[in-house]
């Protein structure tokens, strides 16, 4: 990693999931899971992998996988390159699991949001909200 | 525009719409309308505007409004710059509105994929049902 600026923002979003942590993390994990309820992807959970997430109307983000450890943290970054430096992103996503007494607490962080991406930052809020929902969905489809 | 290739490919997607043509062009032109069924944008109704369309993940179309004729046409580059061939699109999308006996005939056209973007077309077939189903409850609600 090169020396981040101290002053970047983050994304934050936390759920209790009522699944447990082996059925969560197949559907982090598993890309025919992962396309149902984030994008398109030829991801592999190997350290150093290098993968695309691919949006339906043609976007793409350049990936590559930091940390995997089973059942607990998955780390991956998350970058879109862009002429216009406000769109430019270099960002580090991860998902962090716990067991709880009902199944799972999940918690994402989209870490890298330089303070002048103030509107990447919001809409990347709405996005894990929306990310989120659909993996619940998958959840409960899956059992 | 350059010469394109006469291999290109096209989505067309058309759906039958109860509300007039006047009502479905505020909704593809007005730009806090537009973010709710396609995404954040900065569009103007003016040929030869520039402006980008904004996913919540962080992807950024770059567009430039090709033909406005009010409640009839509207056409606009949807290009997106990408190192890897297989990602870097340009297209033009249109949008074409004939009144009916219960409302309008939508006919959306994304043309431009080239032979080898297959899985493009593919996604933006699915993106555009996505889309109009979006836009679908914008108008609904709008009454």
């Known amino acids: 990693m090169t020396g ?23 559907a982090l994990t598993q890309p025919h899971l992962m396309e149902e309820w984030l994008m398109k992807n030829d991801f592999k959970p ?6 695309n997430l691919r949006g339906d109307w043609g976007g793409v983000l350049d990936c590559e996988v930091l940390a995997v450890e089973p059942h607990k943290t998955l780390s991956y970054t998350w970058d879109f390159k862009h002429d216009d430096p406000a769109y430019d992103m270099k960002s580090v996503v991860t998902f962090t699991l716990t067991p709880t007494a009902t199944g799972t607490h999940l918690r994402v962080e989209q870490a890298g949001f330089r ?6 930052l919001g809409g990347a809020n709405a996005g894990w909200r929306q990310f989120l929902e659909k993996l619940d969905q998958v959840l409960a489809r899956e059992d």
Chains 1, 2 share one sequence.
């Open 115 to 120: 303070p002048d991406q103030k509107q990447a």
């Open 46 to 51: 190997d350290v150093g992998h290098r993968f």
């Open 4 to 26: 981040t600026p101290a002053e970047t923002r983050s994304v934050v979003v936390e759920r209790e999931i009522s699944h447990s942590p082996e059925k969560l993390w197949r």
